[in-house]
């Protein structure tokens, strides 16, 4: 775009920017890294530069390099000390240009926000907020920043075209929804949280909102939110020591942790995990797994199936030796069971998307709590199939009903006495012949999951009945 002239910046100007805060920015998060003695989380950074990279001016003169060097080191401190409990509270790029603007009287520019840039903002945005699953959030803050700007502008005499013109095409509205306003840790763990979250900083926004002299910029905005979402979200990290590694299939494994405190969590609910280790893939040292785990347990376990070849993060999760440590936090998810014990259940997992069904029945179970629950579990073969111990005892104690199924038909091993083939909607009215009562959860790799959306909706189960087990890079 700036080749071209569509953009008032010399091209060479932007590179030469990205790559100075891109340099900055790994330098000072090795050294808080070695600092705090915590793992440093590369790919964060480059997502960082590039943030800073769209919204400040590309550098021109000494002074303009100045205020990038200070944006990338506040951005990277950001992380390190504004946290709590090695939590961090606010939006590191957030929080950096704002202390900027008040230390240095220099602000972002958030040239990002103009109409060349939309197209490309708006297909990256939609693909970002679809991987990730924010679809909410985003969707309640984009509703909210347009109405109070349709509202607040109305009551000043402006026209609602220009408002919607100049709010869509001329700031960076979309931009800051779809990248900044949907960061992982600094938003609220459920749904529920993060619509709330959501409607706050869409309110604050809003360009005719102010206290005072002091009017809401989009950082701003956003900081003001992290603390609302810092209040709502748990509050530390864990550090993990492994007590053992459990081989429970081909290539799947039970990683056993114990941990520096007792985690308070919801049967379901997943964890991010970080471990640093040298020469990380495109994929970072952060990864995403629910806990297969109950809260009734000391231990915390994380069940792992590991592919060939395996991602820089998974080999060295399974070279870690006893006693070695890895860093955990971001508690979240709202894929767990309903406060309402009466609610009839049926439960699909394929895989190794199993986990949070072994952690929920294992909390039935040492809560000996009786719910109408029928499992559905889908393998390849039957070496594959894990924690039957726990759910052939939820069977005896709790009356819940386990349905095993094989997929590879042709290898069936003798005598076996459960289904064959894929989960079909010939098999669930089978086994469930009062589907339409039930609430469905799901768990499995995406195309899994989104096949079994089509299967239900098409047996005219509501879109509420179906909950699907999501987070951030299903591994």
């Not at 709202?334 to 952690?359: C, E, H, N, W, Y």
């Amino acid at each position: 775009m700036c080749a071209f002239g569509v953009l008032p910046y010399n091209v060479f100007y932007l590179i030469y920017s990205t790559a100075f805060l891109l340099s900055v920015g790994l330098l000072t998060n090795e050294l808080f890294a070695k600092v705090f003695k915590v793992p440093a989380n590369s790919e964060s950074v480059y997502i960082s530069a590039l943030i800073l990279a769209l919204i400040i001016t590309p550098a021109k003169s000494f002074n303009d390099y100045i205020f990038l060097f200070w944006a990338a080191v506040l951005t990277m401190a950001g992380k390190y000390i504004l946290a709590i409990s090695k939590k961090h509270i606010f939006n590191p790029v957030a929080v950096a240009v704002v202390i900027t603007a008040l230390a240095l009287n220099q602000s972002a520019s958030w040239w990002v926000g103009t109409a060349w840039m939309l197209p490309f903002v708006l297909l990256a945005g939609l693909l970002i907020v679809k991987k990730i699953q924010r679809i909410d959030l985003v969707y309640y803050f984009l509703l909210t920043a347009l109405v109070t700007t349709w509202v607040l502008g109305a009551f000043g005499g402006s026209s609602l075209v220009t408002l919607t013109r100049q709010t869509i095409l001329g700031s960076p509205l979309l931009f800051f929804a779809f990248v900044m306003l949907t960061e992982p840790l600094t938003t609220p763990p459920t749904n529920r949280l993060q619509i709330c979250y959501g409607v706050l900083v869409g309110f604050l926004i809003a360009p005719q909102i102010h206290v005072g002299n002091l009017y809401f910029s989009p950082e701003l905005a956003l900081v003001t939110g992290n603390i609302f979402s810092y209040l709502a979200s748990p509050k530390r990290k864990l550090m993990l020591s492994l007590k053992q590694k459990v081989r429970l299939g081909p290539d799947i494994y039970d990683f056993v942790f114990r941990p520096d405190r007792k985690l308070a969590f919801t049967p379901g609910q997943y964890l991010e995990w970080t471990l640093g280790h040298k020469k990380s893939d495109s994929r970072g040292n952060r990864r995403y797994f629910t806990l297969a785990s109950s809260p009734t347990e000391s231990e915390i376990i994380m069940g792992v199936k590991f592919y060939n070849p395996p991602s820089s993060f998974k080999k060295a999760l399974f070279d870690m030796a006893s006693g070695q440590t890895l860093l955990a936090g971001q508690l979240a998810g709202d894929f767990t069971m309903p406060k309402d014990k009466t609610q009839k259940l049926v439960f699909i997992a394929g895989g190794i998307g199993i986990t949070p069904f072994r952690s929920m029945l294992k909390y039935l179970i040492d809560k000996n709590e009786r719910r109408d629950i029928v499992l559905f579990y889908a393998n390849r073969t039957a070496d594959e199939i894990v924690y039957r111990d726990v759910f052939d005892r939820a069977g005896r104690q709790l009356g819940i009903k386990t349905v095993y199924t094989l997929t590879k038909q042709d290898q069936l091993p003798a005598g076996w006495n459960g289904e064959a083939g894929y989960i079909t909607e010939r098999m669930i009215q089978a086994y469930v012949p009062d589907f339409h009562q039930r609430t469905f959860y799901i768990s499995g790799p995406r195309s899994m999951t989104a096949a079994f959306e089509q299967t239900l909706a098409n047996m005219g189960l509501h879109k509420r009945q179906i909950k699907i087990d999501f987070f951030p890079g299903f591994a």
